[in-house]
């Protein structure tokens, strides 16, 4: 008896999957809609893609050169920012020294959307320069920089409109008095 329900349920099962399969076969020639899984491949670059095709293959990451046809429509949109660091002297003088004029910061730079400002999708570093560049979809972000308690620098608010780069400068408090 225990040999018959083994076996009539080995038969219900192959029986099934050949059903499955034919049915996803069928559906795949009928061309009807697949629906993929909302899942996102990180990529070498920092960016996301996520999967799409009648497979839900996981769409190519973008290769940084402008010749490749990435499946990802580049952002001509995003931030360029300069990081400034002051006071540099301990005492203000007046007319102002000139080796005493707040001064460029390289420091580390994250990127928020200002509705999730501790979810970071950008992060990057200001050059000797203090200049910074990121690549933005239009919305409303949050920047901070600084890697420790000084230089302080203070979140900062802008919004990318589309097609535009906003310029920002942030200015650092170096904690001199």
Known sequence: MTKTIVVLLIILGLGGAVFGYTQYKSSEEEGEQVYCTMEAKLCPDGSYVGRSGP???FAPCPTGDSGG???IVPFKSGVRGLIM???VCP?????PVEDCNDRPLATKVTISRA???SNVIIATVSGKDGKFTA????GNYVINAGESQL???SPTSITVLPNKYASITISC?????
Request: aromatic fraction near 4%.
């Open 115 to 117: 509705s999730n400002p």
């Open 135 to 138: 690549d933005l979809a239009p």
């Open 85 to 87: 660091v002051g006071p």
């Open 151 to 153: 230089p302080r620098c």
């Open 55 to 57: 497979k839900c293959e």
């Open 173 to 177: 408090d170096s904690g001199i008095r």
């Open 69 to 71: 046809d990435t499946g």
């Open 91 to 95: 005492v203000m003088q007046y007319p």
